[in-house]
């Protein structure tokens, strides 16, 4: 039986992490596979609350650090495993590296290795791709009005150059997203398209 892979984009808020992983979902399905979509805050009750604490500029760092990690937690045993153990290429829209990004940067009380800690027991990705975007691009990008509390500026400055630091110890990989978004996806396609293949996974529906 073949391995489906689980897939990640992550980056700055802003940097089009949905749009892509949704128009990665359909071109893939396009292709006869069987596609998972989801994402992280997740739709259970932790992940709700997760989202109302990112509003929340009082709430501890490490208590949003903690609840990410349960979230994550929840999250891949109860929905990303089960996929994939039903045949299902699974794709999140972020996943363990914004918790190293974000909440390693809130302060300098929280480290990248304690990030790690309260993750241990969640599967890793098989693919992660980094979307990289000029912070200031990506700020503009957003269309609501209620920001939560990383999106400004200077937070997402660091933020950004540690996703980059990340992504050249990790291996991952890494697309400019401030170009148009075919061109963008094209090159998300193309990513994936040889990771399958370096799996030994066949396109159902290409000769």
Same mark, same amino acid.
């Given at each position: 039986m073949n391995k489906f892979p689980f897939i990640v984009c992550d980056g700055i808020d802003g940097s089009g992490t949905s749009t $892509? &992983?949704?128009l990665l979902s359909g071109f893939l399905e396009t292709q006869g596979f069987k596609v998972h979509l989801t994402h992280e805050p997740s739709n259970?009750? *932790?992940g709700i609350l997760l989202r109302k604490y990112l509003l929340d500029k009082n709430i501890?760092?490490?208590?949003?650090?903690?609840?990410? @990690?349960?979230?994550?937690? $929840? $999250?891949? $045993?109860?929905e990303i495993k089960k996929r994939l153990d039903e045949g299902f290429l699974v794709i999140s829209d972020r996943y363990l590296e914004s918790s190293i990004i974000y909440q390693s940067l809130?302060?300098?009380?929280?480290?990248?290795?304690?990030?790690? &800690?309260?993750? /241990?027991? *969640?599967?890793?990705?098989?693919l992660t791709i980094i979307l990289d975007i000029d912070p200031k691009i990506a700020l503009e990008r957003k269309q609501s009005?209620?920001?939560?509390?990383?999106?400004?500026?200077?937070?997402?400055?660091? @933020? /950004?150059?540690?996703?980059?630091? /990340? @992504?050249?110890?990790e291996g991952y990989q890494v697309i400019t997203s401030d170009d148009i978004?075919?061109?963008v996806q094209e090159k998300v396609q193309e990513i994936v398209i040889k990771k399958l293949k370096s799996l030994g996974?066949?396109?159902?529906? *290409?000769n």
């Amino acid at each position: 039986m073949n391995k489906f892979p689980f897939i990640v984009c992550d980056g700055i808020d802003g940097s089009g992490t949905s749009t $892509h &992983c949704r128009l990665l979902s359909g071109f893939l399905e396009t292709q006869g596979f069987k596609v998972h979509l989801t994402h992280e805050p997740s739709n259970s009750e *932790v992940g709700i609350l997760l989202r109302k604490y990112l509003l929340d500029k009082n709430i501890p760092p490490t208590t949003d650090a903690l609840l990410f @990690a349960a979230d994550r937690d $929840h $999250h891949y $045993h109860g929905e990303i495993k089960k996929r994939l153990d039903e045949g299902f290429l699974v794709i999140s829209d972020r996943y363990l590296e914004s918790s190293i990004i974000y909440q390693s940067l809130q302060t300098k009380d929280i480290s990248e290795d304690w990030i790690k &800690c309260i993750n /241990r027991f *969640v599967g890793k990705p098989d693919l992660t791709i980094i979307l990289d975007i000029d912070p200031k691009i990506a700020l503009e990008r957003k269309q609501s009005k209620e920001m939560d509390k990383f999106e400004n500026l200077p937070f997402l400055i660091k @933020a /950004r150059e540690l996703y980059l630091k /990340r @992504a050249k110890s990790e291996g991952y990989q890494v697309i400019t997203s401030d170009d148009i978004i075919e061109i963008v996806q094209e090159k998300v396609q193309e990513i994936v398209i040889k990771k399958l293949k370096s799996l030994g996974l066949s396109f159902p529906k *290409v000769n």
